[in-house]
T-cell receptor, first 110, second 112 residues
Framework: ELKVEQNPLFLSMQEGKNYTIYCNYS?????LYWYRQDPGKSLESLFV?????AVKQEGRLMASLDTKARLSTLHITAAVHDLSATYFC??????????FGKGTHLIIQP | DTAVSQTPKYLVTQMGNDKSIKCEQN?????MYWYKQDSKKFLKIMFS???????INETVPNRFSPKSPDKAHLNLHINSLELGDSAVYFC???????????FGPGTRLTVL
């Protein structure tokens, strides 16, 4: 059974700081996804990582994938309040659908 | 130009009732899904449906049944609702299995 673990599950940080969210998964997969969810809203796709060593960046967010270590990271650079949300990593997407991590609840304080 | 839409957005009902949630996608995708997000925000796949092939997560009670009148729609029907069914249900679609999934706005179901 595929398991996806995120840490930390809760993160409070100050604006301007850098931090990394980690996503480990238990079985081989070459597809990893990062989603953002605002309170009461749907899931917004942030990054799709399809191969070992993939790195994608959008604004202050950068995601990477190491399939050999079964690890993905979401790095936040110089955080701003607008990035406050819950971030999910997810693995798979085949016939069994996506398996999600428990999410990282991120609060960025002025 | 909503890509994946769901109705209703909110659904409040009594235990034992039967209800349906509708989902439509206008992306031309071949695969649709239903996910359940519980009160702790944990997301879990319930069903995936592709070209009339239904994959069911083994943990889903048989009170839940997806119905697809055509490729653009995958509705969720729930019989004999229970308190534990209270959650947010998300519909999603992808071009095919293994591709990026796009999520609908969610339906918050409350069972009293």
């Amino acid at each position: 059974e595929l398991k996806v673990e995120q840490n930390p599950l809760f993160l409070s940080m100050q604006e301007g700081k850098n931090y990394t969210i980690y996503c480990n998964y238990s079985t081989t997969s070459d597809r990893l996804y990062w989603y953002r969810q605002d309170p009461g809203k749907s899931l917004e796709s942030l990054f799709v990582l399809l191969s070992n060593g993939a790195v994608k960046q959008e604004g202050r967010l950068m995601a990477s994938l190491d399939t050999k270590a079964r690890l993905s990271t979401l790095h936040i650079t110089a955080a701003v309040h607008d990035l406050s949300a819950t971030y999910f990593c997810a693995v798979g997407g085949g016939a069994d659908g996506l398996t999600f991590g428990k999410g990282t609840h991120l609060i960025i304080q002025p | 130009d909503t890509a994946v839409s769901q109705t209703p957005k909110y659904l409040v009902t009594q235990m034992g009732n039967d209800k349906s949630i509708k989902c439509e996608q206008n992306l031309g995708h071949d695969t649709m899904y239903w996910y359940k997000q519980d009160s702790k925000k944990f997301l879990k796949i319930m069903f995936s449906y592709n070209n009339k092939e239904l994959i069911i997560n083994e943990t889903v009670p048989n009170r839940f049944s997806p119905k697809s009148p055509d490729k653009a729609h995958l509705n969720l029907h729930i019989n004999s609702l229970e308190l534990g069914d209270s959650a947010v249900y998300f519909c999603a679609s992808s071009q095919d299995r293994g591709r990026e999934q796009f999520f609908g706005p969610g339906t918050r179901l409350t069972v009293l």
